[in-house]
């Protein structure tokens, strides 16, 4: 089993960058695909980005592609996300999970796919 901590959440303006991280206990990272989620206010739980188990293939939301970029470094069990231009739309609080499952592609899209989820960490953009 593999525990998940986020960090770097905030309150930003339109436009600001925010580098969001993800930190891995328990298990080493390389067993798992990684993905980042986020729930708005008022919202149901929305995908954002995922990356694969070596970190070669990527896969992001329409909403954030061009703006956000999912990285991870196995070496120090970290997932991160770096976001650029950042929007009000944007504010939510975002999730990193892991996904034991197995796709063609590497990466994992589908929620229900993702078995360890972290607390969460609170994004808010102002305009």
């Known amino acids: 089993q593999v525990q998940l901590v986020e960090s770097g959440g905030g309150l930003v303006q339109a436009g600001d960058s925010l580098r969001l991280s993800c930190a891995a206990s328990g298990r080493t990272l390389r067993r798992y695909a990684m993905g980042w989620f986020r729930q708005p206010p008022g919202k149901e739980r929305e995908f954002v980005a995922a990356?694969?188990?070596?970190?070669?293939?990527?896969y992001y939301a329409d909403s954030v592609k061009g703006r956000f970029t999912v990285s991870r470094d196995n070496t120090k069990n970290t997932v991160d996300l770096q976001m650029n231009s950042l929007k009000p739309d944007d504010t939510a609080k975002y999730y990193c999970?892991?996904?034991?499952?197995?796709?063609?592609?590497?990466?994992?899209?589908?929620?229900?796919?993702?078995?360890?989820w972290g607390q969460g960490t609170q994004v808010t953009v102002s305009s």
């Open positions: 990356i694969s188990r070596s970190g070669d293939t990527t």
């Open positions: 999970a892991a996904s034991t499952y197995f796709s063609a592609s590497g990466y994992v899209v589908e929620e229900n796919d993702y078995n360890y």
